[in-house]
């Protein structure tokens, strides 16, 4: 398969730059032969789980969002949701608008960093945004408006674009007026047309070929495209309750990670479906049953809820109702952040200020599940409360560690069918195949410290 | 940690200062503020060889660096080592963020029992190497600054980075939150509502965020200059906070730091005393 005799070769890099946190890659590779890929997670722990239990019912909201400064709304959404479904009251209306409309706000500061800073100059060829700006400096500027713009949404609705102090569970401490909210109105469709400009200028890098086979995964709602939701979907079947979530997909430890892995049980047992395009050595290294979230798989199961504009910006893209290349994620990144402007505007346009702030309501024990997605992809919580309203129990189940073993299974397709490389494209390469997923190991837990043996 | 890049393993010598961007265990939420600057991001660029961070650049240049910015708390054997290089390596090394200065949230193990912490988290907790604590960068090197905040405030660290480009002293205030608060013309929601508030003992910096917001504040920039965190106790108590409540609301972000620390001996009302005046100057 490698084009070098004997193909023993060792390669190492000492971090992997440009993914949130930091873990390690080992790709061993022996007499030409692929033998092992992994995703090295080595973050250390911070124990969110230990230390939530004994902490009031309001605690997670704010608590949570210290596990990732990248996506703190999401946290804030998930424990919501888990809170909320355990107490047995329903957050809609306005309030739900407006959680809606600070969650677009941080999918577009987050998707739009991963987009410029992180994942372009992968395309550019350069080592960062700072140095792309020097030939790029314009689409630089462009990107860094539509950041700020997302992030002006998030400091207006939270306070703050990092840790926003303003989501309670029920709702908010203050809601905006309708005179307060007015004035981003205009920013949000200069950000709107930006948005639109950096789809076009992403759709024309151009992408290497991967065509994965993972089943997608998604949260679902009646109508929306994927934020805040009501059940779980995939294209493998799955269309469940929230709560039914620890019924069908696991987390499980291995020895290379502090983030725990996860799979979908239905298919742990039996699937050999991608066995046709792995090879043997692939079906025996990896468990069946991983599975993908994040943009691929929002994009794939609900590209036809996008709003008008994104919808057609995707076709002019190039991309069809699905799409199961990796390194086109940062097309759908783009189309996402333009459906997350075209969203906004529609929010702020349909807002009434709710009379109250905060839905009500009583203490009461009881365990509650919260799905909502995250830019990565489902964020899942659960915890359970006792009659005091503190937490007896409590488990989050972040997008990375969801997607960690199917980053791992990109890996080995990618490196597999690309064993000709030399070593220092071959690394390049598959920091790419890793920063597609736009892994966040600050969620998943840190450290990416890139090796390559052959030996 | 060695961190040379093959594919990039010289840059161009420049006069200009070099910047470090470090993270230890953190949410990357401080060095995120850094990319935040939107408006001054691509100014501080020009000021600045920015000679290693990782989150933003897979280049990277050897040290030694003038400036380093550290992020996160110190929670591993690895760590313990790695700040003591960071710190060999660092003309000016200036701490940012609640992880960094107190430990941050995670330091929530330090009065807990971190065993069965890991057992609460993995199924095998064997695999996992971790110290019993978190502390602060201090507490283990010399540091230049502290910047506080969980997360920091953009315009103090743009002040920051700004006054070492000029060798000046950051302008950044020690008092409490309520200072802010009278700036912005807040009622005082802990007077006027009875809303617990750590306002009064917790440094500024925010732009007193959460009473603007109509709660109360919960500490994140940690203790200010002179905290008199016994007495605002008492007065939470007597407006009638539960007292594991208080407890909590002490020990939550800034936990470790030292005077929220003994805050959360929380004086039962029974046993409550006055502050003395040792801590009312500490």
Redesign the interface.
Same mark, same amino acid.
Request: net charge negative; charged share 20%; hydrophobic share 40%.
């Given at each position: 398969m490698t084009h070098r005799a004997g193909g023993s070769r060792r390669l190492s890099?000492?971090?992997l730059?440009?993914?949130?946190?930091?873990g390690a890659m080992h790709i061993d590779i022996r007499d030409g032969e692929l033998v092992d890929v992994q995703l090295n997670i080595y /973050?250390?722990?911070?124990?969110f789980?230990?230390?939530l239990?004994g902490?009031?019912l309001e /605690?997670p909201v704010?608590?949570t969002a210290?596990?990732?400064?990248?996506c703190?709304v999401a946290y804030q959404m998930s424990a919501c949701a888990a809170i909320e479904d355990a107490l047995g009251i329903t957050v809609d209306g306005p309030l739900r608008a407006l959680r809606h409309l600070l969650y677009c706000g941080e999918w577009i500061?987050s998707h739009t960093?991963h987009i410029h800073?992180?994942h372009a100059?992968d395309f550019l060829g350069v080592?960062?945004?700072?140095?792309m700006?020097q030939d790029h400096?314009p689409e630089?500027?462009r990107g860094?408006?539509i950041?700020?713009i997302g992030?002006e949404v998030l400091s207006l609705l939270g306070?703050?674009?990092?840790?926003p102090?303003?989501v309670?569970v029920g709702g908010?401490?203050?809601v905006p007026t309708v005179a307060e909210l007015q004035p981003l109105r205009e920013r949000l469709l200069r950000g709107r047309d930006l948005a639109e400009e950096a789809v076009d200028w992403v759709a024309g890098f151009s992408f290497a070929d991967l065509d994965i086979d993972h089943e997608f995964v998604a949260a679902q709602h009646p109508t929306d495209y994927p934020f805040l939701a009501e059940r779980i979907e995939s294209d493998g079947g799955v269309d469940i309750a929230v709560a039914d979530f620890p019924d069908h997909f696991e987390e499980?430890?291995v020895?290379h990670s502090?983030a725990?892995h996860a799979r979908h049980l239905g298919h742990a047992e039996a699937s050999t479906d991608d066995a046709d395009d792995a090879t043997d050595a692939a079906a025996v290294r990896f468990e069946p049953g991983n599975y993908l979230v994040g943009p691929l798989a929002r994009y794939s199961l609900f590209s036809e809820r996008l709003s008008a504009g994104a919808r057609a910006a995707a076709d002019r893209a190039g991309l069809g109702p699905t799409c199961r290349n990796p390194f086109q994620s940062i097309v759908v990144r783009a189309v996402e952040v333009l459906h997350a402007y075209e969203t906004a505007i529609k929010l702020v346009d349909g807002y009434e200020r709710p009379d109250l702030?905060a839905v009500p309501y009583d203490v009461r024990p009881g365990t509650g599940h919260g799905v909502t997605e995250a830019p990565r992809g489902l964020l899942y919580h659960r915890y359970q409360i006792d009659e005091n309203g503190l937490l007896s129990d409590a488990v989050i189940v972040p997008p990375t560690s969801q997607n960690q073993a199917t980053i791992e299974h990109d890996l080995w397709h990618f490196v597999e069918a690309n064993l000709d490389l030399d070593d220092?494209s071959l690394r390049?390469q598959a920091?790419v195949t890793i920063r597609n997923h736009d892994p966040c190991i600050?969620c998943a837990t840190?450290f990416l410290d890139l090796t390559v043996s052959r030996t | 940690?060695?961190?040379?890049?093959?594919?990039?393993p010289t840059v161009p010598p420049s006069s200009r200062p070099s910047l470090a961007v470090w993270?230890?265990?953190?949410?990357?939420?401080?060095?995120?503020?850094l990319?935040?600057c /939107?408006?001054e991001?691509?100014a501080v660029?020009d000021q600045l060889d920015?000679a290693f961070?990782?989150?933003?650049?897979?280049?990277?240049v050897a040290g030694p660096y003038d400036v380093s910015l550290v992020e996160g708390s110190i929670?591993?054997e690895e760590?313990r080592a790695r700040i003591q290089e960071v710190r060999a390596q660092s003309k000016t090394l200036i701490t940012i963020g609640a992880c960094a200065t107190a430990g941050?949230?995670?330091a929530?193990?330090n009065t807990?029992d971190?065993s069965?912490?890991?057992r609460?988290?993995?199924?095998?907790p064997s695999?996992?190497s971790?110290l019993e604590t978190?502390t602060p960068i201090a507490d283990h090197v010399s540091v230049d600054f502290e910047l506080r905040g969980?997360?920091i405030d953009r315009q103090q660290l743009l002040e920051v980075i700004g006054a070492y480009l000029v060798g000046r002293t950051p302008n950044t205030p020690g008092h409490s939150v309520c200072v802010e608060c009278k700036q912005q013309g807040n009622p005082c929601v802990l007077v006027a509502h009875g809303t617990p508030c750590l306002g009064p003992a917790t440094q500024a910096g925010?732009g007193a965020?959460?009473p603007?917001?109509?709660?109360g504040c919960?500490g994140?920039f940690g203790p200010a200059e002179t905290p008199n965190p016994h007495s605002l106790g008492a007065t939470l108590l007597e407006a009638g906070l539960p007292p594991d /409540?208080l407890q909590?609301l002490f020990h939550?972000?800034n936990a470790w730091a030292e005077p929220f620390r003994g805050a959360v001996q929380v004086p039962t009302p029974t046993h409550r005393r006055p502050a003395t005046q040792q801590e009312n100057t500490r």
């Amino acid at each position: 398969m490698t084009h070098r005799a004997g193909g023993s070769r060792r390669l190492s890099t000492g971090a992997l730059a440009r993914v949130e946190g930091e873990g390690a890659m080992h790709i061993d590779i022996r007499d030409g032969e692929l033998v092992d890929v992994q995703l090295n997670i080595y /973050e250390p722990p911070r124990f969110f789980e230990g230390f939530l239990r004994g902490r009031g019912l309001e /605690e997670p909201v704010d608590i949570t969002a210290r596990i990732c400064g990248i996506c703190p709304v999401a946290y804030q959404m998930s424990a919501c949701a888990a809170i909320e479904d355990a107490l047995g009251i329903t957050v809609d209306g306005p309030l739900r608008a407006l959680r809606h409309l600070l969650y677009c706000g941080e999918w577009i500061e987050s998707h739009t960093l991963h987009i410029h800073m992180l994942h372009a100059p992968d395309f550019l060829g350069v080592d960062s945004v700072i140095e792309m700006a020097q030939d790029h400096r314009p689409e630089v500027e462009r990107g860094l408006e539509i950041k700020k713009i997302g992030n002006e949404v998030l400091s207006l609705l939270g306070g703050r674009a990092i840790h926003p102090i303003n989501v309670r569970v029920g709702g908010f401490y203050r809601v905006p007026t309708v005179a307060e909210l007015q004035p981003l109105r205009e920013r949000l469709l200069r950000g709107r047309d930006l948005a639109e400009e950096a789809v076009d200028w992403v759709a024309g890098f151009s992408f290497a070929d991967l065509d994965i086979d993972h089943e997608f995964v998604a949260a679902q709602h009646p109508t929306d495209y994927p934020f805040l939701a009501e059940r779980i979907e995939s294209d493998g079947g799955v269309d469940i309750a929230v709560a039914d979530f620890p019924d069908h997909f696991e987390e499980h430890q291995v020895p290379h990670s502090t983030a725990l892995h996860a799979r979908h049980l239905g298919h742990a047992e039996a699937s050999t479906d991608d066995a046709d395009d792995a090879t043997d050595a692939a079906a025996v290294r990896f468990e069946p049953g991983n599975y993908l979230v994040g943009p691929l798989a929002r994009y794939s199961l609900f590209s036809e809820r996008l709003s008008a504009g994104a919808r057609a910006a995707a076709d002019r893209a190039g991309l069809g109702p699905t799409c199961r290349n990796p390194f086109q994620s940062i097309v759908v990144r783009a189309v996402e952040v333009l459906h997350a402007y075209e969203t906004a505007i529609k929010l702020v346009d349909g807002y009434e200020r709710p009379d109250l702030a905060a839905v009500p309501y009583d203490v009461r024990p009881g365990t509650g599940h919260g799905v909502t997605e995250a830019p990565r992809g489902l964020l899942y919580h659960r915890y359970q409360i006792d009659e005091n309203g503190l937490l007896s129990d409590a488990v989050i189940v972040p997008p990375t560690s969801q997607n960690q073993a199917t980053i791992e299974h990109d890996l080995w397709h990618f490196v597999e069918a690309n064993l000709d490389l030399d070593d220092e494209s071959l690394r390049r390469q598959a920091e790419v195949t890793i920063r597609n997923h736009d892994p966040c190991i600050s969620c998943a837990t840190h450290f990416l410290d890139l090796t390559v043996s052959r030996t | 940690m060695t961190v040379t890049d093959p594919r990039n393993p010289t840059v161009p010598p420049s006069s200009r200062p070099s910047l470090a961007v470090w993270k230890f265990a953190s949410c990357d939420g401080c060095q995120l503020t850094l990319l935040d600057c /939107e408006d001054e991001l691509l100014a501080v660029a020009d000021q600045l060889d920015v000679a290693f961070f990782l989150e933003a650049s897979s280049a990277s240049v050897a040290g030694p660096y003038d400036v380093s910015l550290v992020e996160g708390s110190i929670t591993t054997e690895e760590d313990r080592a790695r700040i003591q290089e960071v710190r060999a390596q660092s003309k000016t090394l200036i701490t940012i963020g609640a992880c960094a200065t107190a430990g941050g949230i995670q330091a929530l193990r330090n009065t807990s029992d971190v065993s069965e912490f890991l057992r609460i988290v993995y199924a095998t907790p064997s695999y996992i190497s971790t110290l019993e604590t978190s502390t602060p960068i201090a507490d283990h090197v010399s540091v230049d600054f502290e910047l506080r905040g969980c997360p920091i405030d953009r315009q103090q660290l743009l002040e920051v980075i700004g006054a070492y480009l000029v060798g000046r002293t950051p302008n950044t205030p020690g008092h409490s939150v309520c200072v802010e608060c009278k700036q912005q013309g807040n009622p005082c929601v802990l007077v006027a509502h009875g809303t617990p508030c750590l306002g009064p003992a917790t440094q500024a910096g925010c732009g007193a965020l959460c009473p603007s917001y109509l709660r109360g504040c919960y500490g994140c920039f940690g203790p200010a200059e002179t905290p008199n965190p016994h007495s605002l106790g008492a007065t939470l108590l007597e407006a009638g906070l539960p007292p594991d /409540e208080l407890q909590r609301l002490f020990h939550t972000y800034n936990a470790w730091a030292e005077p929220f620390r003994g805050a959360v001996q929380v004086p039962t009302p029974t046993h409550r005393r006055p502050a003395t005046q040792q801590e009312n100057t500490r």
